[in-house]
C-alpha cells in the first residue's frame, strides 16, 4: 500500500506512528486536535494525519526534536456498526480458537505440534455439531415432534396449528412435520456460512504488500524457522493471510451442519421404518445413512488432513472441495427430507426423538478430546518448560474445555427455556402435569452442575478477595516511603494501595480458568454417569433418597435450568442492548479486542480476526515510508493492544527496514499476557528476538495497571528495555508543580507522564543524528495520544 505523500529523498524527518488499544478511539483523540486528515486507507481502517503535518517529510525543520504524529485507527474493525454486537452469540468458537493459539513452546516436535492442531479443530468441529443439533432438538424434536403431536400442547399455539396432529392434514404426519422443522436448523447454518465468507471478504481478505520474499517449503527452511530467534512464527510470510485453511474448514463445518439435520431425519424415520410395516423400503434408509457416514468421514479428513501455510503465501484455493462437500451435504440433507416426508399413515409421534444418545455422544467425545489435548500439550511443555507459562503448559486444554461448557450452556439454555415455553403450566421431564417429555435428560444433568460449579467457584473467589485486601493493607507503608510522603492521607494511601492490589489480580487468572476447567470436566463427567444410569432428571432420579439428597437434587436442577436459560438470556440481551447503545457497543467490541487478535486456525464461524487486515496495514505503512525517507527515522508507539500489533508488524518488516524502527510499548499486554498465555508465539526467546532485531525498544509500566507490565527481557547487555514501574499518580499530594490532585490512571494516559516524552526523544536520538534546527523556524510539538 503506497503512501499517499511522497517525501523527498533526502529528507531527514521522524515519524512516530501511534497505534492505539483496547476499546478503540478515534483519530482527534489520538492526534489531539479536532480536525484530522486521512492519508491512507478506508472507512475500516486508516492512517490519519494533522492538516499541518501533511507535508510534515518536506519540511522537517518545523518539527526539531519532535516526531511527525501519525494515528492509525483500527476500532471499526471491532466495534463498529450494531449487527457486530450478535458475534457474541459466537463466543465459544472464538474461545475455541483461541485454544489452538495457546499451545505451549514446541522445539523438535512436529508431530506433536500437528496433533495439538488436529485436536482443537476436532474439538472446533464438535462445536459445530453441537450447535446444530440444539437447534435440531429445538426445532424438530420439542415443536415438530414433540408439541404438534400432542393437542394439549398444540391447541395452545396457534401458529402450530398446520403441523398439529389433531388436524389431520398433509403436514400433520410425523415424518413431513420433521422435514418442515428442518428448515430451522439448516438456514442457521446456511447463516453461519454466510456471515464467515461475509467478514472473510470485508476483514481478512487483504493480501500483505507484495514484494517480500516467500519462504520455500524446504526442509532446511523449516529447520532455520524453527530455531530463528529473530523471525518467529509471527513473521513468516503466510502468518497472516490464511485464506485457504478458512476456506476448508469453511466447507467442512458447513458440510458436518448439514449432516447434522439430515442425521436427525433420516435415523427417525429410519427408526420407525425398521419397527413397523413401513410402506417405504428399509434398504433406502440404509443406503442414506451410509451416504451421510461417507460424507462426515470426508467432512473430519478435511479438518484433520491440513493445517496452516504460514512459511509462504499460499493464495491457492481448494475450490473443488470448498464448492462440492458443502454441496453434497445439502443435496444429501435434501434426499433425507423427502425420504421423511415420504408418506407413512400409519406413524405417529410419542415420547422424543433419540438425541439422548447424540448428546451423550457428544460430551463424551468432547471430554476425551481435551483429556489428549492435555496429554500432548504437558509433553510439549516437558520437553521445553517455560516457568511464566501459564498451568505449565495446560492452558489451552482448559480453554478449549471452557468452550465446550460454554456451548453446553447456550445450547442447553435454549432447548430448556423452549421447552419450558412450549409446556406451559407444566414442567417437562418431570412427569404428572407435562405435556410434552422435554429435552434429553442430560440437558438436564448439566445443568443441574452449575449451582455446585459456582459453590466451588465462591471459595477461590473469596480467597482472592481477603488476599488482596491483606496486600493492599500491606502496601500502605510502601507507598507512603515512595512518594517521601511527610503527612501522609490515610485515604489516599488505601485508594493507590488498592488500585495496585487490584491491578494484580490479573496474575491469578490463570488458576481460576483452570479450577473452573477442570471442576467443568468431573462434574461434566458425572452428569454423563448420572443420565446413562438412571435415564432420569435429577430430581426424579433421587425418588428414594434420604430427604436432603431428594431436596438437594431437586434444588440442583430447578436452579440449574433457570441458570442455564438465564445465561442463555443474558447473552441474547447483551447483544441486543450492544445493537441499539453505542456505548455498551463499545464495551463488548473490547472482548473482541482480544479474543479476534488471532486468525480463524480452529474454527472458521469464530469472529473474523481484525489482525489479518491491521498488521499488513502497519507494516506496508512502515515499509513504505522508510522506502521514502532513507535518512528518515520511525518510532512506532503502541498503546495496549496496539502494542501486540505494533510488535507483529515489526515482525513483518524486511531485515533491513527492521534495523531503522525503534519500538516504544506501554501499557503493554505482550509478556503478561500474551507472553504467558500464548508462549510459542511471545514466549522469552520471540521478545528476546524482537529485542534484538528492532534498532530499539522501550517499555513503559505501572503496578496500577491490570493489563499491561513488563515484558522481562534481561539480556545483561545494552540497553534494558523495561522503563518501571512508572509513578501512578505522579504525585500523592498538591506540589508547586501540580497544584491540584493528580489521578490515579491505571491503564489510560501514559502520556500524561513525563517520562514518555524523554523515552520517546531517547528513541529517536538512538535512531541518528537530529536535523539541525533552522534559526527562527517555528517548531511544532507533537503530542500524539494513543490511549485507548
Not at 415438530?144 to 401458529?159: E, K, L, T
Not at 499491561?708 to 527481557?713: E, F, H, N, W
Request: proline share 8%; glycine share 12%.
Amino acid at each position: 500500500m503506497p503512501p499517499a505523500i511522497q517525501a523527498p529523498q533526502s529528507s531527514g524527518a521522524a515519524l512516530e506512528l501511534l497505534v492505539h488499544g483496547v476499546g478503540g478511539t478515534t483519530p482527534q483523540e489520538m492526534l489531539g486536535d479536532p480536525r484530522t486528515v486521512r492519508v491512507t486507507g478506508d472507512a475500516t481502517a486508516a492512517v490519519y494525519r494533522r492538516p499541518e503535518d501533511i507535508d510534515g517529510e518536506h519540511h522537517p525543520e518545523r518539527y526539531g526534536k519532535e516526531p511527525v504524529a501519525e494515528a492509525y485507527c483500527w476500532s471499526n474493525l471491532t466495534s463498529g456498526n450494531g449487527s457486530r454486537a450478535l458475534w457474541l452469540l459466537l463466543l465459544p468458537f472464538m474461545v475455541v480458537n483461541l485454544a489452538h493459539w495457546m499451545r505451549p513452546t514446541a522445539s523438535g516436535r512436529t508431530r506433536a505440534v500437528r496433533l495439538y492442531g488436529v485436536l482443537v479443530r476436532l474439538v472446533a468441529l464438535s462445536l459445530t455439531v453441537l450447535l446444530t443439533a440444539a437447534a435440531c432438538e429445538v426445532a424438530l424434536d420439542l415443536v415438530a415432534w414433540q408439541c404438534a403431536g400432542v393437542p394439549d400442547c398444540s391447541n395452545r399455539r396457534s401458529w402450530l396449528g398446520f403441523l398439529s396432529s389433531e388436524q389431520g392434514g398433509w403436514w400433520s404426519q410425523p415424518g413431513r412435520r420433521l422435514a418442515v422443522a428442518a428448515l430451522v436448523p439448516t438456514a442457521l447454518v446456511g447463516l453461519l456460512w454466510y456471515l464467515s465468507n461475509r467478514t472473510w471478504s470485508a476483514y481478512e481478505s487483504q493480501r500483505p504488500l507484495d514484494g517480500a520474499e516467500p519462504e520455500e517449503e524446504t526442509p532446511n527452511a523449516r529447520a532455520h524457522a524453527a530455531t530463528d530467534p529473530v523471525r518467529p512464527a509471527l513473521g513468516r510470510a503466510g502468518f497472516w493471510y490464511g485464506r485457504r485453511l478458512v476456506a476448508r474448514l469453511r466447507a467442512a463445518h458447513t458440510a458436518a451442519g448439514f449432516l447434522t439435520v439430515a442425521a436427525c431425519l433420516t435415523v427417525a424415520a429410519a427408526r420407525h421404518d425398521r419397527a413397523a410395516d413401513s410402506p417405504v423400503p428399509n434398504t433406502l434408509g440404509g443406503l442414506l445413512g451410509t451416504a451421510l457416514g461417507l460424507c462426515a468421514l470426508v467432512a473430519v479428513w478435511v479438518v484433520c488432513s491440513r493445517g496452516r501455510s504460514e512459511r509462504r503465501l499460499d493464495k491457492r484455493l481448494d475450490s473443488a472441495l470448498i464448492t462440492f462437500l458443502p454441496g453434497t451435504a445439502l443435496a444429501l440433507l435434501v434426499l433425507a427430507a423427502g425420504y421423511a416426508a415420504w408418506s407413512r399413515p400409519d406413524w405417529g409421534s410419542s415420547g422424543s426423538l433419540p438425541g439422548e444418545v447424540a448428546f451423550r455422544a457428544l460430551t463424551l467425545g468432547q471430554g476425551a478430546l481435551v483429556v489428549a489435548l492435555a496429554v500432548v500439550a504437558r509433553s510439549l511443555y516437558r520437553r521445553t518448560p517455560e516457568p511464566r507459562t501459564i498451568m505449565y503448559g495446560l492452558g489451552g486444554p482448559a480453554v478449549a474445555m471452557l468452550a465446550c461448557a460454554l456451548g453446553g450452556v447456550m445450547t442447553g439454555g435454549v432447548a430448556q427455556r423452549v421447552a419450558d415455553w412450549l409446556d406451559g403450566p407444566g414442567t417437562p421431564g418431570m412427569g404428572l402435569g407435562a405435556a410434552i417429555e422435554g429435552p434429553p435428560v442430560l440437558l438436564s444433568w448439566q445443568a443441574s452442575i452449575i449451582p455446585i460449579l459456582l459453590l466451588l467457584l465462591l471459595v477461590p473467589v473469596i480467597a482472592l478477595v481477603v488476599r488482596t485486601a491483606r496486600n493492599a493493607r500491606r502496601m500502605g507503608g510502601a507507598i507512603e516511603r515512595e512518594y517521601g510522603v511527610e503527612r501522609p492521607e490515610p485515604g489516599r494511601t488505601r485508594r493507590i494501595a488498592r488500585t495496585r492490589a487490584a491491578a494484580a489480580l490479573t496474575d491469578s487468572a490463570p488458576w481460576i480458568v483452570g479450577l473452573v476447567s477442570g471442576a467443568t470436566l468431573l462434574l461434566g463427567a458425572g452428569a454423563v454417569a448420572g443420565a446413562w444410569a438412571s435415564g432420569q432428571v435429577p430430581g426424579l432420579a433421587a425418588d428414594g433418597a434420604p430427604p436432603a439428597i431428594e431436596s438437594l437434587a431437586e434444588t440442583a436442577q430447578s436452579t440449574g435450568s433457570w441458570l442455564v436459560g438465564f445465561g442463555f438470556i443474558l447473552f441474547v440481551a447483551c447483544g441486543r442492548r450492544a445493537y441499539r447503545d453505542a456505548s455498551a457497543r463499545r464495551t463488548i467490541g473490547i472482548l473482541w479486542d482480544v479474543g479476534t487478535f488471532w486468525p480463524r486456525a480452529a474454527h472458521p464461524f469464530a469472529p473474523p480476526c481484525y489482525a489479518e487486515r491491521a498488521v499488513p496495514d502497519l507494516a506496508s505503512r512502515m515499509t513504505a515510508w522508510t522506502g521514502g525517507n532513507p535518512q528518515g527515522r520511525l518510532v512506532i508507539s503502541g498503546h495496549s493492544q496496539g502494542s501486540v500489533l505494533a510488535a507483529s508488524a515489526v515482525w513483518q518488516l524486511p531485515d533491513e527496514t527492521r534495523r531503522r524502527v525503534a519500538l516504544l510499548t506501554y501499557g503493554s499486554p505482550l509478556e503478561r499476557l500474551y507472553g504467558r498465555w500464548f508462549p510459542a508465539y511471545f514466549g522469552p526467546g520471540p521478545l528476546r528476538g524482537l529485542h534484538r532485531s528492532v534498532h530499539c525498544w522501550r517499555n513503559l509500566w505501572r503496578l496500577t495497571d491490570p493489563i499491561g507490565g513488563p515484558v522481562r527481557i534481561a539480556e545483561g547487555h545494552g540497553v534494558e528495555v523495561d522503563r518501571g514501574p512508572l509513578k501512578d499518580p505522579l504525585a500523592y499530594g498538591r506540589t508547586p508543580e501540580l497544584p491540584l490532585p493528580e489521578p490515579i490512571l491505571g491503564h489510560s494516559d501514559y502520556q500524561a507522564d513525563p517520562v514518555f516524552a524523554q523515552e520517546r526523544a531517547a528513541l529517536l536520538e538512538q535512531l541518528g543524528p537530529l536535523l539541525p534546527r533552522q534559526t527562527g523556524g517555528e517548531t511544532q510539538t507533537s503530542s500524539g495520544r494513543s490511549s485507548g
